[in-house]
Antibody
Framework: EVQLVESGGGLVKPGGSLRLSCAAS????????MNWVRQAPGKGLEWVSS????????YYADSVKGRFTISRDNAKNSLYLQMNSLRAEDTAVYYC???????WGQGTLVTVSS | DIQMTQSPSSLSASVGDRVTITCQAS??????LNWYQQKPGKAPKLLIY???NLETGVPSRFSGSGSGTDFTFTISSLQPEDIATYYC????????FGPGTKVDIK
């Protein structure tokens, strides 16, 4: 079964850091680009970052550029999002999604609050 | 940058009604478009990919059409379980989502 499972969310203070993980199974992870997408409470879906299959190409939304870092470990079938300098407006459910959006995880909630 | 618009932002319809949602891209995205259904507290569920292809296991009352800049999503006969928010999403250049259409029962 093709599956993505996010973890690492939680409550963090403004200015703090958090690292999200996404574990992939059921497909050849190293062949696909991967994405992080977030959804703030009561809001729509917002693309956050993308990474190509070999990590050669990396892209970020302007809202997170310079604060978030996407990475992957193809040997571990895992995708990561290092989030630094977190702000209240980063509060959201964070989803990992495969390439064009054909496969999504269940999401992990990040809450930034003092 | 590509912009995605979606209309209407919300609609109410009766069970059995035909429901249509439109999505427009600010530039040609060929057929690189997905449609998702999202229920509260759940991850988006892919319904339509490549603008018009029904994802495996999705009921045939859902359909999509269009190419280039103008796309349409249709529920041929609205069912109570279709109450959700629907999003279009382009993947011609990274991922970008429409603002969503909230569908409920009249």
């Amino acid at each position: 079964e093709v599956q993505l499972v996010e973890s690492g969310g939680g409550l963090v203070k403004p200015g703090g850091s958090l690292r999200l993980s996404c574990a992939a199974s059921g497909f050849t992870f190293s062949s696909y680009s991967m994405n992080w997408v977030r959804q703030a409470p009561g809001k729509g879906l917002e693309w956050v970052s993308s990474i190509s299959s070999s990590s050669s190409y990396i892209y970020y939304a302007d809202s997170v550029k310079g604060r978030f870092t996407i990475s992957r470990d193809n040997a571990k079938n895992s995708l990561y999002l290092q989030m630094n300098s977190l702000r209240a407006e980063d509060t959201a459910v964070y989803y990992c999604a495969r390439d064009t959006g054909r496969v999504w995880g269940q999401g992990t909630l990040v809450t930034v609050s003092s | 940058d590509i912009q995605m618009t979606q209309s209407p932002s919300s609609l109410s319809a009766s069970v059995g009604d035909r429901v249509t949602i439109t999505c427009q891209a600010s530039q040609d995205i060929s057929n690189y478009l997905n449609w998702y259904q999202q229920k509260p507290g759940k991850a988006p569920k892919l319904l339509i990919y490549d603008a018009s292809n029904l994802e495996t296991g999705v009921p045939s009352r859902f359909s999509g059409s269009g190419s280039g800049t103008d796309f349409t999503f249709t529920i041929s006969s609205l069912q109570p379980e279709d109450i959700a928010t629907y999003y279009c999403q382009q993947y011609d250049n990274l991922l970008l989502f429409g603002p969503g259409t909230k569908v409920d029962i009249k």
